[in-house]
T-cell receptor
Framework: DAMVIQNPRYQVTQFGKPVTLSCSQT?????MYWYQQKSSQAPKLLFH???????NEADTPDNFQSRRPNTSFCFLDIRSPGLGDAAMYLC?????????????FGPGTRLTVL | GQNIDQPTEMTATEGAIVQINCTYQ??????LFWYQQHAGEAPTFLSY??LDGLEEKGRFSSFLSRSKGYSYLLLKELQMKDSASYLC??????????WGAGTKLIIKP
């Protein structure tokens, strides 16, 4: 089955210790997104890629970086996690950008910062 | 500013019908999505409306009125597995997707 996969499902890190979250997709979609979602809040878009074109949201902190080495994989790097970065991180894909295409989400990675 | 309003929480009884409302104030409109999100899991797509009217899909229906900036998701014959959060999201004139915070639906036997 075509899908969006995120690893790990649960990640624990120390305050200030870099962490990388990964996402892969078998849908062959052009667009990949990273969202941050805190409890009972709307998903907050951090970045998206259209193919290799990177789009950073204006209010995404510099502490967050992303890489997309190929169509299938995308990584979220948090350089110095703070307590406020504890959240669910969702990866999503869509065929095209533009906000009218359905987004397909991975199961998410829940990040805990100690 | 851009805003999506949904009730924070609703409670309904198994077998009943529930309507979850969403009102939006955005810079333009290019479609409205409903997603279902079970606790601790990722959102899954339910429906997409871009024209006024009712779209029916099994037990779930979604309605849109663009002139009123209003949508609702109607769930019939509620089942315990329908306990989840329901997220409304609107595509604005810049084709950015604006998300609501979601409505937590609690189903009681």
């Amino acid at each position: 089955d075509a899908m969006v996969i995120q690893n790990p499902r649960y990640q624990v890190t120390q305050f200030g210790k870099p962490v990388t979250l990964s996402c892969s997709q078998t849908l062959n979609h052009n667009v990949m997104y990273w969202y941050q979602q805190k409890s009972s809040q709307a998903p907050k878009l951090l970045f998206h890629y259209y193919d290799k074109d990177f789009n950073n949201e204006a209010d995404t902190p510099d502490n967050f970086q992303s890489r997309r080495p190929n169509t299938s994989f995308c990584f979220l790097d948090i350089r110095s996690p703070g307590l406020g970065d504890a959240a669910m991180y969702l990866c999503a894909t869509s065929s095209e950008t533009g906000g009218t295409d359905t987004q397909y989400f991975g199961p998410g990675t829940r990040l805990t910062v100690l | 500013g851009q805003n999506i309003d949904q009730p924070t929480e609703m409670t309904a009884t198994e077998g009943a019908i529930v309507q979850i409302n969403c009102t939006y104030q955005t810079s333009g409109f290019n479609g409205l999505f409903w997603y279902q999100q079970h606790a601790g899991e990722a959102p899954t797509f339910l429906s997409y409306n871009v024209l006024d009217g009712l779209e029916e899909k099994g037990r779930f229906s979604s309605f849109l009125s663009r002139s009123k900036g209003y949508s609702y998701l109607l769930l019939k014959e509620l089942q315990m597995k329908d306990s989840a959060s329901y997220l409304c999201a609107v595509t604005d004139s810049n084709y950015q997707l604006i998300w609501g915070a979601g409505t937590k639906l609690i189903i009681k036997p």
